[in-house]
């Protein structure tokens, strides 16, 4: 892969990664993938704290709950975007030590209306410029030219064509 200032973008439901009955526990979670090295995940209302590694089973194949499918989708992804009146318009990062996962909150209605778009979307390998004026994409761009936006992802998202 090389670095992209015209990235490609996937959006992938998650429910379409999880195989048999749990599929449906991963309903409404959606990752963004941008030039196949970076994951934006926008996750259903998770609570606090969003990284308690503690309230998720042992071993992840046991995931039993919707809850337990966000806290993992949320742990794992390298930017997490997720409804929370209480912390809409901040952002957290993780105190986990061997995860750096950044948490951006959105209010309620604004999540409902980036879940709506990216249903809607449902593409694979479109660039971020013929996708700019969704509003999934757009906040999307924002995480990227945000200061919390760690340098290493960066590079494979603002490099020359």
Same mark, same amino acid.
């Not at 999880?18 to 309903?27: I, K, M, N, R």
């Not at 901040?90 to 990216?118: H, I």
């Not at 694979?124 to 340098?151: C, M, Q």
């Given at each position: 892969?090389?670095?992209? @200032? ?47 590694? @503690? ?10 709950? %919707? ?6 989708? &949320?742990?794992? &992804? ?9 912390? &809409? ?19 309620? @209605? ?5 879940? &709506? ?12 410029? %013929? ?13 990227? @030219?945000?200061? %919390? ?13």
């Amino acid at each position: 892969m090389t670095p992209k @200032a015209d990235y490609p973008v996937e959006v992938r439901s998650r429910r379409w990664e999880v195989d048999g009955p749990q599929a449906a526990l991963h309903e409404g979670i959606w990752d963004v993938l941008l030039n196949r090295m970076v994951t934006v995940s926008f996750v259903p209302d998770i609570g606090q704290p969003v990284h308690d590694r @503690a309230r998720s089973p042992a071993d992840l194949d046991e995931i039993a709950t %919707e809850r337990q499918a966000r806290l993992e989708a &949320a742990m794992f &992804a390298d930017y997490t975007v997720t409804p929370n009146i209480e912390l &809409a318009g901040r952002t957290t990062r993780s105190q986990n030590t061997s995860w750096r996962g950044l948490v951006f909150y959105v209010d309620p @209605a604004e999540y409902a209306r980036l879940a &709506a778009d990216l249903r809607a979307l449902d593409v694979v390998g479109a660039t971020v410029s %013929e996708l700019r004026g969704h509003p999934a994409v757009d906040f999307v761009e924002r995480i990227v @030219a945000s200061p %919390e936006f760690a340098d290493e992802d960066a590079f494979w998202l603002r490099g020359e064509d």
